[in-house]
């Protein structure tokens, strides 16, 4: 069988890990050597120790030890790779549970981090050495998080989304220079970084019942597809994220409700879901205050003598009916109407 990959070096970012370390086994398996990057040193030590014992004549097995979320780590990580290099393999990732009101504002960020921000630095950095080379291809390594709704993980989400956005547009910027930018979309995969899943018999139901093909992943499933996107088989193929899932795209994800529960508890995840933010202080209790009364109707002012005049008139009172004398007492008195008898007469 032709050496397909020959004299290439692919870098693999998050090459400790299970779809990582897999996919570096898959390049070497047609004889492209690779680069290791990881943050755990003695983990990657020993992964890189264990595929240079079943690598191809011919090939090289390379490692370095960076973050690669930072533009430090993958500009040591490219030059490690050196000017052989073809393809840039990235599958740092990863994300926390919570309910998006009970989110800290740093730990949105965070997913947005390791998941956008690490594919970006990936595809800035790689790209200038593969097209000096003549051209070549990146895979990154998406989620079905990125399609599907997944409560309680909307950072996680929002980073894969925004990782597959950003592979189109880079996609259609490099196209000319030769550099194909493409990613591959897992479902549920069998890893160390899945293992709390795994332990879960009924989280794994509720993933099953929405795979049609009735069975989980496995990071040799993932490296297949990374390895057709990073070969000449697709040299026609970019800006694409390919789902490899089993089938759950057609359905739905199971919620991660009850580990988001497990690690915040009740209270605040009941909160969150009832639209209140469960961190902000209790509302104090009202202070009791004296019932108020409606405002008594304003009166008519009561007339002012003008100076110099003599008493008002005045209502008559019995003292003041004169016995029947035969005479005609003061008109003045007797003109005084008491206008609250007919009120509706004035």
């Not at 996919?23 to 755990?40: G, I």
């Not at 990580?77 to 990732?93: D, E, F, K, Q, Y």
């Not at 040799?220 to 089993?246: C, F, K, M």
Request: charged share 20%; glycine share 10%.
């Amino acid at each position: 069988m032709p050496a397909i990959l020959a004299g290439r070096m692919a870098l693999v970012t998050g090459g400790s890990g299970g779809i990582g370390a897999a996919c570096a086994a898959r390049l070497l398996a047609d004889d492209c050597s690779v680069t290791l990057a990881a943050r755990r040193a003695d983990a990657l030590a020993a992964t890189a120790e264990r595929l240079r014992a079943g690598a191809p004549a011919g090939t090289e097995v390379r490692h370095v030890a960076v973050d690669a979320c930072t533009t430090d780590g993958v500009r040591e990580a490219v030059r490690a790779a050196g000017p052989a290099l073809a393809v840039c393999v990235a599958t740092v990732g990863g994300g926390s549970t919570a309910p998006i009101l009970a989110m800290a504002d740093d730990a949105f960020l965070a997913d947005l981090h390791r998941n956008t921000h690490s594919a970006f630095l990936a595809i800035k950095y790689a790209a200038p050495v593969i097209a000096a080379r003549g051209g070549g291809s990146i895979v990154c390594v998406s989620s079905t998080a990125a399609r599907l709704t997944m409560p309680f993980l909307s950072g996680y989400a929002a980073g894969k989304a925004g990782l597959e956005a950003l592979v189109r547009a880079a996609a259609d910027e490099l196209g000319a220079a030769g550099v194909r930018v493409n990613a591959v979309r897992p479902g549920l995969v069998r890893s160390r970084e899945d293992a709390r899943i795994f332990a879960d018999e009924e989280m794994i139901a509720g993933f099953l019942a929405n795979k049609p093909l009735g069975r989980t992943g496995l990071p040799e499933d993932i490296a297949e597809a990374v390895r057709h996107l990073a070969g000449p088989e697709s040299s026609w193929t970019t800006g694409q994220s390919l789902a490899v899932d089993g089938g759950n795209e057609l359905r739905r994800a199971p919620s991660f409700e009850k580990y988001a529960r497990a690690a915040l508890g009740d209270a605040v995840i009941d909160a969150a879901l009832a639209g209140r933010d469960p961190y902000a202080p209790p509302t104090p209790a009202p202070v009791p205050t004296r019932p108020t009364h409606p405002p008594r109707p304003n009166r008519p002012p009561r007339p002012i003598a003008e100076p110099g005049a003599g008493p008002g008139p005045r209502h008559p009172r019995a003292s003041d009916t004169a016995p029947d004398t035969g005479t005609t007492p003061d008109t003045d008195t007797d003109t005084d109407t008491d206008s609250t008898e007919h009120p509706d007469e004035h």
